[in-house]
C-alpha cells in the first residue's frame, strides 16, 4: 500500500469523465419573468392529486418509506397490465442506468449508444470502467445496421432511447425487434421510453412486450415527464433475474415517501396525463410550424421538445439565439455537448411561453 499520496485519488478513468451538465434555468440579472424551457417538463405542473399525496406524507416524514415501493409498483402494474414483480422503482430512471451499467459492467467490456443520445449513459458506462461506444445515427436518428455491425465479442449492453433526447426521433419498433434478434443473447437491450407516453405513431411501441417476453432486454421509464421531475421517480421492467440483480445492489430506500405517494396518486391520474398530452401534441405541431416557417431545421419530433437548428453566421447562432432568449427571460438548452453546436432545444412550454418565443426569434432572425 502506498503511504506517500498527499489524499484519497479516485480510481482510474474516474477523472476521465466528462461530468453531466444540466440544462440552466435562470436569466440574466433584471429579467423579471422566467421561462424554464431546459429541461422537458410538463408546463401543466404535477397532478392535483399527486400534490395532495405529497401533503399528506409530511406529518410522517420520521418514518422510513417502503423499501421496495410495493404499493407504487402495484400503481404501475395496474395502468401498464404488468406484474409488479418484475417492476424496479429508483430516484429517477438515471438511477436504474446506472444500476445497470454497474451490474453488468466490468472494465474490459463494451456498451454503446448512439452518437446523439443522452449523456449519462457513457458518463456510467466510463463510471463501470468500461468502454463507451458511440455509433453514428443517420438524419439524426439511430441507425440499427450501423449499432449491429458496432458489436463485437466485448459488447454487454446497448441504450437505445427510443424517442432520443434531445433530438426527438424514433426507431419503429420493427426496427428495435430486428436489432433485439440479431443481438447476442449475452447483451443486454436497454430500452429507454422516458418520452413514451408522448409519442403519437401508430409504429411505435415502448418496449413492455419486448421486455416481458425476453431475457436481454429491460424497458426504463420515468414519471418527470409527466409532471414529476422534481419527486425523481423511475422504473424498470424486464425479467426476473435482472430485477432480482438489480435488487442487490440497489440502495435500500431509494425511492423517498414523498415521492412514492405523490406517484401513485399522478399514475392513475389518467385525465391529468391526457390533458398534458394533448397540450403537447398541440403545440409541438404548432412550433414545428411556425419555427420552420421563420427559416429554421426543426429535427422531426415525437417528444416534448423541438431540437431548433440555427445558420452558421455569428450573428444568427445558436449562441447569439441563446443570449438573446435568456435576456427575454426564454431558457432554452444548449445542446454543444450532444453533438450540436448550432442548435437549441426548446421543451414545449405552456402558450404563452411558447409564442413569446416564435415572437422573439422572429424579431431576432431579423436583426
Given at each position: 500500500?502506498?503511504?506517500?499520496?498527499?489524499?484519497?485519488?479516485?480510481?482510474?478513468?474516474?477523472?476521465?469523465?466528462?461530468?453531466?451538465?444540466?440544462?440552466?434555468?435562470?436569466?440574466?440579472?433584471?429579467?423579471?419573468?422566467?421561462?424554464?424551457?431546459?429541461?422537458?417538463?410538463?408546463?401543466?405542473?404535477?397532478?392535483?392529486?399527486?400534490?395532495?399525496?405529497?401533503?399528506?406524507?409530511?406529518?410522517?416524514?420520521?418514518?422510513y418509506p417502503d423499501g421496495t415501493a410495493r404499493r407504487l409498483r402495484e400503481a404501475i402494474a395496474e395502468v401498464h397490465g404488468l406484474n409488479p414483480a418484475n417492476i424496479i422503482c429508483s430516484n429517477g430512471s438515471d438511477?436504474?442506468?446506472g444500476l445497470l451499467a454497474q451490474t453488468y459492467l466490468a472494465p474490459g467490456d463494451e456498451a454503446m449508444f448512439t452518437e446523439h443520445a443522452f449523456m449519462v449513459y457513457k458518463i456510467y458506462i466510463q463510471a463501470a470502467g468500461a468502454k463507451p461506444v458511440a455509433v453514428k445515427e443517420t438524419d439524426e436518428r439511430a441507425d440499427i445496421?450501423?449499432?449491429?455491425?458496432?458489436?463485437?465479442?466485448?459488447?454487454?449492453?446497448?441504450?437505445?432511447?427510443?424517442?432520443?433526447?434531445?433530438?426527438?426521433?424514433?426507431?419503429?419498433?420493427?426496427?428495435?425487434?430486428?436489432?433485439?434478434?440479431?443481438?447476442?443473447?449475452?447483451?443486454?437491450?436497454?430500452?429507454?421510453?422516458?418520452?413514451?407516453?408522448?409519442?403519437?405513431?401508430?409504429?411505435?411501441?415502448?418496449?413492455?412486450?419486448?421486455?416481458?417476453?425476453?431475457?436481454?432486454?429491460?424497458?426504463?421509464?420515468?414519471?418527470?415527464?409527466?409532471?414529476?421531475?422534481?419527486?425523481?421517480?423511475?422504473?424498470?421492467?424486464?425479467?426476473?433475474?435482472?430485477?432480482?440483480?438489480?435488487?442487490?445492489?440497489?440502495?435500500?430506500?431509494?425511492?423517498?415517501?414523498?415521492?412514492?405517494?405523490?406517484?401513485?396518486?399522478?399514475?392513475?391520474?389518467?385525465?391529468?396525463?391526457?390533458?398534458?398530452?394533448?397540450?403537447?401534441?398541440?403545440?409541438?405541431?404548432?412550433?414545428?410550424?411556425?419555427?420552420?416557417?421563420?427559416?429554421?431545421?426543426?429535427?422531426?419530433?415525437?417528444?416534448?421538445?423541438?431540437?431548433?437548428?440555427?445558420?452558421?453566421?455569428?450573428?444568427?447562432?445558436?449562441?447569439?439565439?441563446?443570449?438573446?432568449?435568456?435576456?427575454?427571460?426564454?431558457?432554452?438548452?444548449?445542446?454543444?455537448?450532444?453533438?450540436?453546436?448550432?442548435?437549441?432545444?426548446?421543451?414545449?412550454?405552456?402558450?404563452?411561453?411558447?409564442?413569446?418565443?416564435?415572437?422573439?426569434?422572429?424579431?431576432?432572425?431579423?436583426?
Amino acid at each position: 500500500m502506498k503511504q506517500d499520496q498527499p489524499r484519497p485519488t479516485p480510481r482510474a478513468g474516474i477523472m476521465d469523465i466528462e461530468a453531466y451538465v444540466p440544462g440552466k434555468s435562470t436569466a440574466p440579472a433584471g429579467v423579471t419573468k422566467v421561462y424554464k424551457l431546459s429541461s422537458n417538463e410538463n408546463p401543466l405542473g404535477p397532478s392535483p392529486k399527486a400534490i395532495e399525496a405529497a401533503r399528506e406524507v409530511a406529518a410522517k416524514l420520521d418514518v422510513y418509506p417502503d423499501g421496495t415501493a410495493r404499493r407504487l409498483r402495484e400503481a404501475i402494474a395496474e395502468v401498464h397490465g404488468l406484474n409488479p414483480a418484475n417492476i424496479i422503482c429508483s430516484n429517477g430512471s438515471d438511477e436504474i442506468l446506472g444500476l445497470l451499467a454497474q451490474t453488468y459492467l466490468a472494465p474490459g467490456d463494451e456498451a454503446m449508444f448512439t452518437e446523439h443520445a443522452f449523456m449519462v449513459y457513457k458518463i456510467y458506462i466510463q463510471a463501470a470502467g468500461a468502454k463507451p461506444v458511440a455509433v453514428k445515427e443517420t438524419d439524426e436518428r439511430a441507425d440499427i445496421d450501423a449499432i449491429l455491425a458496432a458489436v463485437t465479442p466485448a459488447t454487454r449492453i446497448v441504450f437505445l432511447a427510443n424517442p432520443n433526447n434531445p433530438t426527438g426521433t424514433y426507431v419503429p419498433f420493427q426496427e428495435v425487434r430486428r436489432l433485439h434478434a440479431a443481438l447476442p443473447k449475452n447483451v443486454l437491450l436497454v430500452l429507454d421510453a422516458a418520452y413514451a407516453e408522448y409519442v403519437r405513431r401508430n409504429d411505435y411501441e415502448a418496449g413492455i412486450e419486448l421486455a416481458g417476453s425476453s431475457e436481454n432486454v429491460v424497458m426504463t421509464r420515468t414519471f418527470s415527464k409527466l409532471g414529476l421531475g422534481g419527486a425523481r421517480i423511475g422504473w424498470m421492467y424486464g425479467p426476473a433475474h435482472i430485477v432480482d440483480a438489480i435488487n442487490r445492489v440497489r440502495g435500500p430506500f431509494n425511492v423517498n415517501a414523498t415521492a412514492i405517494e405523490a406517484g401513485i396518486a399522478a399514475i392513475r391520474d389518467r385525465a391529468h396525463i391526457e390533458r398534458s398530452v394533448a397540450h403537447n401534441e398541440k403545440w409541438l405541431a404548432w412550433l414545428s410550424a411556425e419555427l420552420t416557417g421563420v427559416g429554421l431545421r426543426v429535427t422531426p419530433s415525437v417528444g416534448n421538445f423541438v431540437l431548433i437548428h440555427f445558420p452558421d453566421s455569428k450573428r444568427h447562432s445558436a449562441a447569439a439565439a441563446d443570449d438573446y432568449l435568456s435576456a427575454r427571460g426564454y431558457i432554452l438548452r444548449r445542446v454543444t455537448g450532444y453533438g450540436f453546436p448550432n442548435a437549441l432545444r426548446m421543451s414545449v412550454g405552456t402558450e404563452e411561453a411558447n409564442r413569446g418565443v416564435i415572437d422573439a426569434l422572429k424579431t431576432f432572425l431579423k436583426s
